[in-house]
T-cell receptor, first 114, second 116 residues
């Protein structure tokens, strides 16, 4: 399983763009990169996933360089409600192939201030 | 759709007691998983299932049993509760293998368990 490394915490202000980087040096060929968001007392919520280059949805963008050894979650113009823990996961869920396990690390606590 | 439901929401056990945490999903998902989250920590995978009748161990399986007799249900059994099992337990489901959407896990609201 590819191990991921993220900053423990980050601070930002409302209206700023926030970039959270995740390192995954041992990523395997079939692994996808997935990001989740967790608010206190709730289960995690899927944000975005990608394999390479750039993926964008209505919530965030995910940038993955060509070597795929890292990825960056970009949150545009954050608000107070974006204060949460953000998890980066790397894995392959193809049954019968590599691994079916998706492991959460300790995540990055993003604190957005007014 | 109700999504992923978990019962009970809260539970207090004495050391040595056993109990079953219930998890059900109505999205016809193949994959289901159980995680525990200790205060200030990330989630740790306990057991998971890739389909009815198929289960496997995660990172921290000791002290827990699971079974998957139907697609919808994935109960987690604590055999003999210990204070170290005090945690919040989350159940999750996802569509299945071989598709990018497999990575989108849907989580239940959690069960807060205290073992005294």
């Amino acid at each position: 399983l590819a191990k991921t490394t993220q900053p423990i915490s980050m601070d930002s202000y409302e209206g700023q763009e926030v970039n959270i980087t995740c390192s995954h040096n041992n990523i395997a060929t079939n692994d996808y990169i997935t990001w989740y968001q967790q608010f206190p007392s709730q289960g995690p919520r899927f944000i975005i996933q990608g394999y390479k280059t750039k993926v964008t949805n209505e919530v965030a963008s995910l940038f993955i360089p060509a070597d795929r050894k890292s990825s960056t979650l970009s949150l545009p113009r954050v608000s107070l409600s974006d204060t949460a823990v953000y998890y980066c996961l790397v894995g392959d869920v193809n049954y019968g192939g590599a691994t079916n396990k998706l492991i959460f690390g300790t995540g990055t606590l993003l604190a957005v201030q007014p | 759709n109700a999504g992923v439901t978990q019962t009970p929401k809260f539970q207090v056990l004495k050391t040595g007691q056993s109990m079953t945490l219930q998890c059900a999903q109505d999205m016809n998902h193949e994959y289901m998983s159980w995680y525990r989250q200790d205060p200030g920590m990330g989630l740790r995978l306990i057991h998971y299932s890739v389909g009815a009748g198929i289960t496997d161990q995660g990172e921290v399986p000791n002290g827990y049993n699971v079974s998957r007799s139907t697609t919808e249900d994935f109960p987690l059994r604590l055999l003999s509760a210990a204070p170290s099992q005090t945690s919040v337990y989350f159940c999750a489901s996802s569509p299945g293998s071989g598709r990018p959407s497999s990575y989108e896990q849907y989580f239940g609201p959690g069960t807060r368990l205290t073992v005294t």
